[in-house]
């Protein structure tokens, strides 16, 4: 791929050439290998270089054409800006989009930093060892069917007829495990954990291997449990992925679109115990994929959406900000429309709570370490959800594993009904969270 330099000379020339005088222009290239195993042998071993740009043009009547390509010599820029240019005049009359007014606005850190990629062998061989640990940590886990060890190098840029240009790189690599039970007269159990970093050297494999084992193990001995109404916990991973299905509660465009739990009128009221916050922080320490701008070239930042549990801020785009006079966020992507979606969550406990908790000491609560199908048991418009589980019920540190259930509630009441929220803090792929504790919930038993 071209670099950004010569991309922009390519675009402004062929912009020149075809009388445009108005575009925008956001790529990416992955590269990326990736390798899976099963049982002593690899099963898999994929690398791609996936590259793309989405190019937006504005006709003299300031409608917009948008159109996408992985061709970016000068002859693909020129067919993209021509085939934009065109689709221009059957564009969208109302809320045009826009430039970002931010899109030339000096970024305080740009990341450029590229790790050396690893040999596909050394992949292997380090997937199959954590596969090998894993297997021997107990005689009832019999094999790890979802597993992966992958390393991707990422480039990003988005320029504009403005003048704004931008580019960052960075490399990640991550590992993911996933172990099955069998024990006779039993049913299989299984659970899994996830690393990430910037580099292979640091994953932390190790500690995914044990993470997955202890989990696994803890499921081995399980039982029936009672429906009714119970003392909840989630785990960091089950409450950001709880959140991220009822997103709408702070992204515009969805407010905007009449198909949000919020309007524009409900900042300022509490929406939440005031225990609990929660910011968007594309820049946070913790996020190894960071990302310094958004698909229309908008600075990334924090944003405070639940402060003491009062609902503060919106996710935007630059047409969002603009219908409802305020500033863009960088939380913007481009493709045949513009959408808005969180960066990274940040959740954690606000002041302090008058009662601690503690999990050696409570007594039969729930603790909830992963939701399932919540692509089929969220209501993400009406606020509630029924979803299967995979946790524990705790007696006094006595961890006893759920045969299987399913938790049902409504996520503004829920939000309400927090109790207690643990001070430390875990990474998972969608942000940092710690434990949270919910007064009451709904559990439904076999």
């Given at each position: 791929?071209?670099?950004?330099?010569?991309?922009?000379?390519?675009?402004?020339?062929?912009?020149?050439?075809?009388?445009?005088?108005?575009?925008?222009?956001?790529?990416?290239?992955?590269?990326?290998?990736?390798?899976?195993?099963?049982?002593?042998?690899?099963?898999?071993?994929?690398?791609?270089?996936?590259?793309?740009?989405?190019?937006?043009?504005?006709?003299?009547?300031?409608?917009?054409?948008?159109?996408?390509?992985?061709?970016?010599?000068?002859?693909?820029?020129?067919?993209?800006?021509?085939?934009?240019?065109?689709?221009?005049?059957?564009?969208?009359?109302?809320?045009?989009?826009?430039?970002?007014?931010?899109?030339?606005?000096?970024?305080?850190?740009?990341?450029?930093?590229?790790?050396?990629?690893?040999?596909?062998?050394?992949?292997?061989?380090?997937?199959?060892?954590?596969?090998?640990?894993?297997?021997?940590?107990?005689?009832?886990?019999?094999?790890?069917?979802?597993?992966?060890?992958?390393?991707?190098?990422?480039?990003?840029?988005?320029?504009?007829?403005?003048?704004?240009?931008?580019?960052?790189?960075?490399?990640?690599?991550?590992?993911?495990?996933?172990?099955?039970t069998e024990e006779e007269g039993k049913k299989p159990r299984s659970a899994g954990a996830y690393r990430i970093n910037r580099?292979?050297?640091?994953?932390?494999?190790?500690?995914?291997?044990?993470?997955?084992?202890?989990?696994?193990?803890?499921?081995?001995?399980?039982?029936?449990?009672?429906?009714?109404?119970?003392?909840?916990?989630?785990?960091?991973?089950?409450?950001?992925?709880?959140?991220?299905?009822?997103?709408?509660?702070?992204?515009?465009?969805?407010?905007?679109?009449?198909?949000?739990?919020?309007?524009?009128?409900?900042?300022?009221?509490?929406?939440?115990?005031?225990?609990?916050?929660?910011?968007?922080?594309?820049?946070?320490?913790?996020?190894?994929?960071?990302?310094?701008?958004?698909?229309?070239?908008?600075?990334?930042?924090?944003?405070?959406?639940?402060?003491?549990?009062?609902?503060?801020?919106?996710?935007?785009?630059?047409?969002?900000?603009?219908?409802?006079?305020?500033?863009?966020?960088?939380?913007?992507?481009?493709?045949?429309?513009?959408?808005?979606?969180?960066?990274?969550?940040?959740?954690?406990?606000?002041?302090?709570?008058?009662?601690?908790?503690?999990?050696?000491?409570?007594?039969?609560?729930?603790?909830?370490?992963?939701?399932?199908?919540?692509?089929?048991?969220?209501?993400?418009?009406?606020?509630?959800?029924?979803?299967?589980?995979?946790?524990?019920?705790?007696?006094?540190?006595?961890?006893?594993?759920?045969?299987?259930?399913?938790?049902?509630?409504?996520?503004?009441?829920?939000?309400?009904?927090?109790?207690?929220?643990?001070?430390?803090?875990?990474?998972?792929?969608?942000?940092?969270?710690?434990?949270?504790?919910v007064e009451e919930l709904s559990i439904t038993g076999e």
């Amino acid at each position: 791929m071209p670099n950004i330099n010569e991309i922009a000379t390519y675009a402004q020339d062929n912009a020149q050439k075809l009388g445009i005088q108005k575009f925008d222009i956001y790529g990416s290239t992955v590269d990326e290998t990736s390798v899976q195993v099963d049982q002593g042998e690899p099963k898999q071993v994929k690398a791609s270089n996936r590259s793309g740009v989405t190019v937006r043009v504005w006709n003299e009547d300031n409608t917009i054409g948008i159109t996408s390509t992985t061709d970016v010599d000068p002859k693909g820029l020129e067919l993209a800006l021509k085939t934009a240019y065109e689709a221009s005049f059957f564009g969208v009359k109302e809320n045009v989009p826009d430039f970002s007014p931010e899109a030339t606005v000096p970024l305080a850190n740009t990341l450029n930093e590229k790790a050396p990629q690893a040999p596909v062998s050394e992949l292997i061989e380090k997937l199959l060892v954590a596969e090998k640990e894993l297997l021997a940590a107990h005689p009832a886990i019999k094999g790890v069917p979802y597993n992966g060890l992958a390393q991707r190098d990422i480039d990003r840029f988005y320029l504009n007829s403005q003048g704004a240009l931008r580019t960052e790189s960075v490399s990640l690599s991550s590992v993911y495990l996933y172990s099955k039970t069998e024990e006779e007269g039993k049913k299989p159990r299984s659970a899994g954990a996830y690393r990430i970093n910037r580099s292979l050297e640091n994953l932390d494999i190790n500690g995914c291997i044990q993470e997955t084992a202890e989990k696994t193990i803890s499921h081995l001995n399980y039982d029936k449990i009672k429906t009714g109404k119970y003392r909840v916990i989630f785990s960091p991973e089950a409450f950001l992925s709880l959140l991220g299905a009822f997103s709408n509660l702070f992204n515009a465009q969805n407010i905007l679109d009449k198909q949000s739990l919020s309007t524009p009128d409900d900042l300022g009221k509490q929406i939440a115990s005031p225990l609990l916050s929660v910011y968007d922080d594309a820049l946070h320490p913790a996020n190894i994929g960071a990302e310094s701008f958004d698909g229309e070239g908008t600075p990334t930042r924090q944003i405070r959406l639940i402060e003491n549990g009062i609902l503060t801020g919106f996710l935007h785009s630059a047409g969002t900000a603009k219908r409802l006079n305020t500033q863009p966020t960088g939380n913007a992507s481009i493709g045949a429309k513009v959408s808005v979606s969180p960066n990274f969550y940040h959740v954690f406990a606000s002041g302090n709570s008058e009662e601690k908790f503690s999990l050696e000491t409570a007594d039969n609560v729930i603790l909830i370490d992963d939701l399932h199908a919540l692509h089929a048991g969220v209501k993400s418009l009406q606020g509630s959800f029924s979803l299967p589980f995979d946790g524990w019920l705790i007696n006094k540190g006595v961890k006893t594993s759920i045969e299987s259930a399913t938790v049902a509630g409504d996520f503004l009441e829920l939000l309400k009904s927090i109790i207690y929220v643990e001070p430390e803090v875990a990474l998972t792929p969608g942000g940092v969270a710690p434990k949270i504790w919910v007064e009451e919930l709904s559990i439904t038993g076999e």
